[in-house]
């Protein structure tokens, strides 16, 4: 179904400021969207009717006086759960912040109100950005558009269906080890995780710090490079904020690969990927060919122990960035505690959902007194082997290539009982975040009436080249103008 | 590695949580199938290799010592789950 939201950014910028239709008419295109879809899709945990209305009339005075827009003027935008928004519930799915109002906006919310898009609602996750498949919400699962049966992914889930559906024109998600790329893969759109310390997490709840990152979820690689021109820079508000010079990535959108050198590691094309991903893969790297790129076959050799790495060092550091829920400054509070101890412990164990409580008691094990330096620190020295394997083929190459994840998005409910499995989903995307490159998830076709991603990693802060050839992929062969039926 | 309710149990109280005898039992198993899996780790030699922290060059990022605006009480109260004049209140520490 052909939707406004389809239109290039552009288009939109231009008709909006000739009057042909106003933001408001915009923002009651994705509620009238919404109110057809989410019963079926459950994108969001809170919608902001009422803000976003007010808003698009403040923009539309905005036209009538003239003057400059803002880059994503009037767009309608979803924002993941765990990015803090002033005034507007903020809950990470938990039930630990149920009530949560946060009162100061994150860095990256800031910059949305300075381009100027619309927030429309705050979009659902698994608890705290912990989990593939948005199970682990406290609130209710997300279903994948392209089939209601299936998973979103996460745990960025409802950043992706929500675009997937045509409920908003971009979303933004967070990715800790997958969780912007696998739903975008999962779903069918496009989701870049930026070069680590490239956008502010300031505001952004943490999970694993040396980790998180921020990224747009969009129906195109073209809208990827608007919203990351928007919110990517320096902030002094947060210490791990890189202070590098922000090109210009939508003209950097050239359409030439030619000469690109793709390394494409066959440890993400071995055992345990589904043969229509890597047809799907396949095919997409013949299209590179075709438009006068190379690919040959590279080794990343740590690959098979970056989940183990990953899992240990996620839930070690989840385990001391979650202690600030206690339940004394904000959040839930347990009903009559014997003391201080028995507040905080009940309060946790009452606000955290099941995978949360898992995680913590991972982490907490792992730095624990007599197991710190076999697990915690012999996972960071893995993390350094992983992270050279990537130096080593960016050496040769420009970017390597291959899948966002092993399989398409599996049925609600077949991995919830089992945690390794579910883990391994992230195999492809893991090794990326420990070594803290961009990366993005591009689709390239369907499998069995599912969506496959390619996924795309680059140079630490080389983003252009990276949506470059994402760009020219998807030019060439139009896998991103599918939509779901629904 | 195996780990046992006791550790189970041990992790928890350093972690503040309180587990039901189900969760202990469940959490027993999934962390030994999990730890079991990161023993994989120790098939390779890091003798010598730096830990990686984090993947930025940069470190002890400072600013200047100067007063700058802040959240103001009544801000940082809004979202307290019990307070009494402008405090968080808890259950008592000293007896």
Known sequence: ????????????????????????????????????????????????????????????????EGGELGLLFGLPAGIKDNIVTEGLRTTCASQFLDNFNPIYDATVTKKLKQAQSVTIGKLNMD????????????????????????????????????VAAGQVYFSLGSDTGGSIRQPASYCGVVGLKPTYGLVSRFGLVAFAS?????????????????????IAGYDELDSTSANVSIPDYVSALSGDVRGLRIGVPKEYLGEGIDSGVKEAVLAALKVYEDLGATWEEVSLPHTEYAVATYYLLASSEASSNLARFDGVRYGVRAENPDNLIDLYRKSRSQGFGP???????????????????????????????????????????DLIMGPTAPTTAFRIGE????????????????????????????????????????????KAFDETTVLRAAHAFEQNTGHHTLRPQL | MSITNQDVEHVAKLARLELTAEETATFTEQLSAI????????????????????????????????VRESTGNEQAMKNAPDEEEGQFRVPAVLE
């Not at chain 1, 682990?136 to 049966?149: E, K």
């Not at chain 1, 040396?210 to 073209?222: A, F, H, M, R, Y």
């Not at chain 1, 089992?418 to 369907?446: E, F, H, K, Q, R």
């Open chain 1, 127 to 162: 608890e705290f950005a912990m989990g593939g498949s948005n199970e682990n919400s406290s609130y209710h699962a997300t279903r994948n558009p392209w089939n209601l049966d299936h998973v979103p992914g996460g745990s960025s889930g409802g950043s992706a269906a929500t």
């Open chain 1, 415 to 458: 991995q919830i009982g089992d945690p390794l499995t579910m883990y391994l989903n992230d195999i492809c995307t893991i090794p990326v975040s420990l070594a803290g490159v961009p990366a993005i998830s591009v689709p390239c076709g369907l499998a069995d009436g599912l969506p496959v991603g390619l996924q795309i990693i680059g």
């Open chain 1, 210 to 230: 040396s980790l998180d990152q921020i990224g747009p979820i969009t129906k195109n690689v073209e809208d990827a490079a608007y919203v990351l021109q928007a």
């Open chain 2, 35 to 66: 730890l079991k899996y990161a023993e994989k780790l120790g098939e390779l030699d890091t003798t010598g290799v730096e830990p990686t922290t984090h993947v930025l060059p940069i470190t002890n990022v400072m600013r200047e010592d100067e």
């Open chain 1, 1 to 64: 179904m052909a939707s406004i939201f389809d239109m290039r950014l552009q288009d939109v910028h231009n008709k909006l400021r000739d009057k042909e239709f106003s933001v408001s008419e915009l923002v009651d295109a994705a509620y009238k969207r919404i109110g057809g879809t989410e019963t079926d899709v459950k994108a969001f945990i809170t919608l902001d009717e009422s803000g976003a209305r007010a808003e698009a009339a403040r923009l539309d005075a905005q036209i009538a």
């Open chain 1, 355 to 397: 995978e949360v409580k898992r995680r913590i008691m991972l982490g907490t094990y792992a730095l624990s007194s007599g197991y710190y330096d076999a697990y915690y620190l012999k996972a960071q020295q893995v993390r350094t082997l992983i992270k050279r394997d990537f130096d080593q083929v960016f050496e040769r190459f």
